[in-house]
């Protein structure tokens, strides 16, 4: 007998014991489609997120005045802080104030406070402008009232109408406003670029504000220093200007690395908990094929009275156990399919403001041979035991 005419004749056995079997499937689809859905979800927010992190670039490396630290009101980056930082600091490439708070921005009679931020000629994201363009030498070397608007405080404050080269009051000076970024949508990560409703000048422009104080230091290590080097480097002139103080550093490409293999971490984990149905649902095929070589124990002897093998006998069984589990796999993967894509393109805008594509080739492929191995390891032993089954022994069984 071919493995086509096994496979034909165990599903005529499935078919004729229609509610046995499905009952024994179900644990199978359970977890084929917990499994396929987790995994699928897990790839797409973070193909999703990934890509969302792509677009803000390499945003370097940060020093901030350590929020815990008793002595946080008297430590204070200053601009001399910050020079100090830029001439001293030999394993930095790029040294930056970091300005970020709330000040009051008028446009004609609409007056609202909104959150300012410091930028830079220095551009190592892929942000897009709806209109104008990005600050450049000029604006920063000759700290020019110039600002740029991201889309939500545009809409704001102009409407549907243009922008670009119109004026704008911040704390009473006048900017001009040089480019708009085109919509963001980041989910989550819209707190990364200050939310919609925020507007950007020059660092060397806040600087020249009233009360602007700097939160921080940005800065990039130097061709040949790692991160870690150029921070420390960074951090040790600071602490010659401030010997009582304490810092805090992070590297923005390590954070969403960190956050990205956390999610996978969490798929995989999840998904342990689905293949656990998976296994109960193996049980469940277990046990129920060693109730079939009981109940046909005396069909097991004719068979083998006419001539059939050791092997004849095994395959049948087995087959049987693989066929359960092949349909149960392929209806789990199906409904797995399906929560996946539903799930994918509700969470992928939620958390990251994009939609990413699923490579479902090897994750269906994974869950059916899954689905297989499940089939093989649990039916081998009922096909076992029904092949070393005595003919005369069996052809006696009532």
């Not at 689905?371 to 649990?378: H, T, Y």
Request: aromatic letters at 10%; glycine letters at 10%; proline letters at 3%.
């Amino acid at each position: 007998m071919k493995f086509g005419e096994y496979f034909l004749a165990a599903l005529n056995t499935l078919w004729a014991n229609r509610a046995r079997s499905v009952l024994t499937m179900i644990g199978i689809v359970i977890g084929t489609a917990a499994v396929i859905s987790i995994f699928a979800l897990g790839q797409s927010a973070k193909s999703s997120i990934g890509q969302t992190l792509g677009v803000f670039g390499d945003q370097g490396l940060f020093l901030f005045p350590d929020q815990s630290s008793r002595r946080v009101n008297a430590v204070q980056v200053t601009w001399s802080d910050f020079q100090n930082v830029l001439t001293s600091c030999s394993r930095c490439a790029k040294v930056f104030p970091v300005y970020d708070n709330y000040y009051s921005v008028r446009n004609g009679h609409s007056k609202d406070v909104y959150e300012l931020a410091s930028d830079t000629d220095y551009v190592t994201d892929k942000l897009v402008m709806a209109e104008g363009r990005r600050f450049n030498s000029d604006d920063v070397d000759g700290a020019r009232a110039v600002c740029n608007l991201y889309w939500g405080l545009k809409t704001k404050l102009f409407g549907s109408a243009p922008a670009l080269g119109k004026y704008v009051r911040i704390a009473g000076r006048r900017f001009l406003v040089v480019g708009v970024y085109a919509n963001i949508s980041a989910g989550v990560f819209n707190s990364v670029i200050g939310g919609s409703d925020a507007l950007n000048i020059p660092y060397t422009t806040y600087h020249r504000l009233p009360a602007s104080q700097i939160q921080g230091i940005q800065l990039y290590a130097a061709p040949g220093s790692t991160p870690a080097e150029a921070i420390d480097d960074a951090e040790a002139v600071l602490k010659r200007l401030h010997p009582n103080a304490t810092f805090q550093s992070f590297d923005s490409s390590q954070q969403g690395a960190t956050f990205l293999q956390v999610i996978s971490f969490v798929a995989i984990g999840i998904s342990a908990i689905g293949a656990i149905a998976l296994v109960v649902g193996g049980i469940g095929v277990m046990n129920i094929m060693l109730v079939s070589v009981m109940e046909r124990t005396r069909e097991i002897g004719i068979r083998k009275a006419i001539g059939a093998s050791r092997g004849d006998i095994l395959w049948q069984f087995l087959t049987e156990a693989v066929a359960i589990t092949l349909i149960g796999g392929g209806i789990g993967t199906f409904v797995g399919v399906a929560a996946a894509a539903a799930g994918s393109s509700v969470l992928d805008v939620t958390f990251a403001g994009v939609s990413a594509g699923i490579s479902w080739l090897p994750i269906i492929a994974l869950a059916l041979g899954s689905s297989l191995a499940i089939g093989l390891f649990f039916g081998t032993w009922p096909a076992v035991r029904a092949s070393k089954l005595e003919p005369i022994e069996c052809l006696r069984h009532e």
